[in-house]
């Protein structure tokens, strides 16, 4: 049972890394990024050809992943996000799905449609186990690497966005962008900073997720829709939300794969209708919007 709860913990951290960057381009700039399941692609995708072709370390990969996603999600939210920030929403996912098509496509014809492999450092790879009473304790290294890198992400992000000054500017921009902008922010940089962060979470929970989740150029299709449950869940006004959403669905669906195989990933449904059943707008309401 404690391996079980261990693992889904693992999973839910893992998820979080992954919808961060949606929660916060959703929630904090108002724009409807359905192709973020491309940039963990991408970060996935750079770490396994990096350690596959030239042998670089994997704990190396991942900032590297980072950086990369980063730099795509600045270009491309220069040119091509910014002029959707105020079309309809069905513009922007339409234009967001759209491209997702595209990085599938690409991702495809570069380096094929099959899954591809990451071989993890040999002390990644061991688990150890403790005895808590009646019950035994595995903990997998690989998944307990990803639950402290998770936790100190958090605790980074929440910093960030509470006590500096970019994360005060963040909040000025998201509750009046006029008012920002003749108080000397450039709200345009502000914007620029945080597609860039959320798209780099996106490929280091990608880097991370290679191995757990698989990799092949299906990955934003198929992990899209466990990135806008965990949104849904968690809500947008905080990084509490959506961390308390994927704990929840992570150790709902190691759990139920485990005690309920028949029904596979369909407990993680169930607990998304009865949590919006009983909140309807999600753990936490978000009240900041892009203007």
Request: glycine share 12%; hydrophobic share 55%.
């Amino acid at each position: 049972m404690l391996t079980i709860l261990f693992d889904g913990i693992a999973y839910g951290m893992l998820l979080f890394v992954l919808a961060i960057g949606l929660s916060v381009t959703l929630g904090l700039m108002n724009f409807i990024n359905l192709a973020h399941g491309a940039f963990a692609m991408v970060g996935g995708y750079v770490t396994v050809l990096l350690m596959q072709h030239y042998n670089v370390p994997f704990l190396i990969c991942l900032p590297i992943a980072f950086v990369v996603a980063a730099a795509i999600g600045a270009v491309l939210e220069r040119t091509l996000y910014r002029p959707m920030y105020d079309r309809p929403a069905l513009d922007q996912v339409l234009f967001s799905i759209g491209l997702v098509f595209i990085a599938v496509a690409a991702t495809d014809f570069a380096v094929g449609s099959s899954e591809q492999i990451i071989q993890l450092p040999h002390w990644l790879n061991g688990r150890s186990e403790f005895q808590i009473g009646p019950y035994v304790l595995g903990m997998g290294h690989y998944r307990l690497l990803i639950i402290l890198i998770c936790v100190v992400l958090t605790v980074l992000l929440q910093y960030g966005l509470d006590r500096t000054r970019f994360g005060s500017q963040l909040r000025a921009a998201v509750d009046d962008q006029k008012v920002a902008d003749g108080l000397g922010i450039n709200v345009n940089i502000v914007f620029l900073s945080t597609f860039a962060l959320g798209s780099g979470l996106a490929g280091l929970g990608g880097a991370l997720g290679a191995e757990v989740l698989g990799l092949d150029p299906t990955f934003p299709f198929k992990f899209m829709i466990y990135f806008l449950i965990v949104v849904a869940l968690g809500g947008t006004s905080s990084l509490t939300g959506p961390l308390l959403a994927a704990l929840l669905l992570g150790v709902a669906d190691v759990a139920g794969k485990y005690y309920v195989p028949k029904l596979g990933s369909f407990i993680v449904y169930i607990v998304m209708i009865m949590i919006l059943l009983w909140r309807p707008h999600g753990l936490f309401v978000s009240k900041g919007t892009k203007s």
